[in-house]
Nanobody, 120 residues
Framework: VQLQASGGGLVQPGGSLRLSCAASEFTLDYYAISWFRQAPGKEREGISCIGSADDITYYINSVKGRFTISKDNAKNTVYLQMNSLKPEDTAVYYC??????????????WGQGTQVTVSS
């Protein structure tokens, strides 16, 4: 079971990036997929999630209206479209899969991180 996160990079404030989380050896649609981020010196925080069967989406307040999580079942991939990026969005971003949104535990699948740097 593997999750592959990609799409990070360097972008100017106000710019956009789209992160991808691709799964191999399991079907993403059976899981709730979350995006987390961890900035230097800070704890990892969950920022968005899309539910498994219902595709209900969740966002923390600081990204609401700027980030959009979506799922492409044909590609077995979840995306995080990030618009109006701010320097405080700079972090390593991770995707994770578990049974429900808002929960992580020993059976959570994690992807490797992808660095997002927002700077002029």
């Amino acid at each position: 079971v593997q999750l592959q996160a990609s799409g990070g990079g360097l972008v100017q404030p106000g710019g956009s990036l789209r992160l991808s989380c691709a799964a191999s050896e399991f079907t993403l649609d059976y899981y709730a997929i979350s995006w987390f981020r961890q900035a230097p010196g800070k704890e990892r925080e969950g920022i968005s999630c899309i539910g498994s069967a219902d595709d209900i989406t969740y966002y923390i307040n600081s990204v609401k209206g700027r980030f959009t999580i979506s799922k492409d079942n044909a590609k077995n991939t979840v995306y995080l479209q990030m618009n109006s990026l701010k320097p405080e969005d700079t972090a390593v971003y991770y995707c994770a899969a578990d049974r429900i949104c808002g929960y992580t535990g020993p059976k959570t699948y994690w992807g490797q991180g992808t660095q997002v740097t927002v700077s002029s």
